[in-house]
């Protein structure tokens, strides 16, 4: 089951609750009451994590998202899918989806049947293609209204809580 194995694997960042890869960062501050596991899962970047392996994805061609991260608060349980990416948004769109996919036909495979909200979070450095409206509608067939993002955010906090980003310096109007 990859749960198990994620948590027994040198895939776990114990302790960490931020991450950063070729310049790109992303992090959250635990509130109370809340568990979140950060789980580096590209073996690029973290060669001893064989979740690639278990999932299917090692054959050629093949590409994993960064990290998985697990998010837990009362009864929500929340596994975020994220890549941190420079520019090519197309491949860090595909990456997600096809771990998630994987990881998905995994737990079926296994038997196991967990409740939990799939989400995708994909962080990049440039300015947003003129085609991201395309990447988001994939992601949003995959993860539905609210379970995904395309940005420059480096935090993560609100999106898995559910808490629309507002970019600083912007106020809502009215009151």
Avoid: H, W
């Avoid at 991450?19 to 809340?34: H, L, R, V």
């Avoid at 837990?72 to 090519?88: H, P, S, T, Y």
């Avoid at 085609?131 to 067939?141: A, C, G, N, P, V």
């Avoid at 379970?147 to 609100?158: E, F």
Wanted: charge should be positive; proline fraction near 4%; glycine fraction near 6%.
């Amino acid at each position: 089951m990859p749960l198990n194995s994620l948590l027994l694997s040198s895939c776990l960042l114990p302790g960490k609750t931020s991450y950063t890869e070729n310049g790109i960062e992303i992090n959250i501050k635990p509130s109370s009451g809340e568990t979140i596991l950060f789980f580096c899962i590209d073996n690029q970047s973290n060669p001893n994590c064989n979740l690639r392996q278990l999932l299917g994805l090692d054959r050629e061609g093949m590409k994993i998202c960064d990290l998985i991260v697990f998010y837990a608060k009362e009864n929500i349980r929340i596994i975020c899918f994220v890549e941190l990416k420079g520019r090519d948004i197309k491949t860090a769109t595909e990456q997600v989806i096809t771990t998630y996919r994987y990881f998905l036909k995994l737990l079926k495979q296994s038997g196991t049947s967990i409740n939990f909200i799939p989400k995708a979070y994909i962080k990049s450095n440039t300015s947003a293609p003129q085609e991201i409206d395309k990447y988001k509608q994939q992601l949003k067939e995959q993860f539905c209204d609210g379970n995904y993002d395309i940005t420059k955010n480096s935090d993560l906090g609100d999106f898995l809580r559910g808490i629309e980003y507002q970019p600083k310096g912007k106020r809502k109007k009215g009151k």
